[in-house]
């Protein structure tokens, strides 16, 4: 039972519930809203690595190159990557289950199903090398079997590759309340019935966006989640890049409203939602100035 002023019990119960859930076709997709812009034609990075036991350009370039191979084609052509909510809305009729055939018969089988959490995923792996299957081992001891959630690698990577995380709030968020209380007691970011996560500040969007913007500007790409893991995503500098897992793999098969597979946003104007856990790598000591995106 939550302390009065936080989420009741059953409210907080029913959310987290469903952030356990990793992008599974339960959680009602959140509506994007501007000022998300597409990802076409990003650039690579060139910059050096700064972090510690992580390669930083390597994790977002494995990203730009996808990207920029799916927006080459989006017009004209069709891209392997889809998302997964596309697909399954779909296959929801007759009509669907046909366009969708069509598509795959461009592919020869070559089509790749993306949502968010797969999608940061692969940028990790990239930047971690061979730590990445030592990850895996560390995630299997604890969880099994279980998909990927933004919680449960970014415990991991607090844990065990000194990773530092922030809390990131704005204060109509509904755990605000529950999540400054359990900064204020043991400084951890907590996760329903799962480990809570350390945390090294609590910053609160409209209160502290200087430090906020001072932290992204540091670190070339973040690992992050949002409302307990409804949402997982990255982030380059002062944007947030994400999968949107209604996107279609090329403009003839957008479906009513479906957006692009990949959207970026400028953190500090990224509304979809109101609580989120960024979590960045180690930096070695600085010897080499930036120029932040």
Not at 210 to 216: A, K, M, T, W
Not at 265 to 276: C, G
Not at 278 to 293: E, Q, R, Y
Request: aromatic share 14%.
């Amino acid at each position: 039972m939550l302390a009065k002023g936080g989420l009741s019990s059953s409210t907080f119960l029913i959310i987290s519930l469903l952030a356990l859930t990793v992008c599974s076709p339960q959680e009602a997709p959140k509506a994007k809203t501007p000022p998300y812009t597409q990802e076409p034609y990003a650039e690579i990075s060139l910059n050096f690595n700064r972090a510690l036991n992580f390669d930083t350009p390597k994790a977002i370039n494995a990203i730009v190159r996808m990207e920029n191979q799916y927006f080459e084609t989006y017009e004209d052509s069709v891209s392997p990557f889809y998302g997964t909510l596309w697909r399954e809305n779909l296959e929801a009729d007759i009509s669907g289950k046909k366009q969708y055939e069509r598509y795959r018969s461009q592919m020869d089988d070559k089509a790749d199903s993306m949502h968010c959490t797969i999608y940061a995923v692969k940028a990790l792996k990239a930047g971690m090398g061979n730590d990445f299957a030592k990850l895996e081992n560390a995630h299997r001891k604890i969880w099994g079997d279980r998909e990927h959630a933004g919680w449960s690698i970014g415990y991991l990577l607090v844990r065990d590759w000194g990773w530092k995380a922030y809390s990131i709030i704005d204060t109509n968020s509904q755990e605000f309340a529950h999540c400054q209380r359990s900064f204020q007691r043991n400084q951890r970011y907590p996760v329903w019935r799962q480990p809570d996560i350390p945390l090294e500040a609590m910053y609160i969007r409209g209160r502290d966006d200087s430090l906020i913007i001072n932290l992204l500007s540091e670190h070339e790409f973040g690992w992050g989640f949002s409302d307990q893991g409804y949402h997982t995503w990255i982030t380059r500098f002062k944007t947030l890049k994400e999968c949107n897992w209604l996107g279609a793999p090329g403009q003839d098969f957008e479906k009513g409203s479906s957006l692009p597979l990949f959207l970026r946003t400028p953190f500090l104007e990224y509304e979809d939602y109101a609580s989120h856990v960024l979590i960045v790598p180690p930096l070695a000591p600085k010897t080499l100035s930036f120029n932040p995106l």
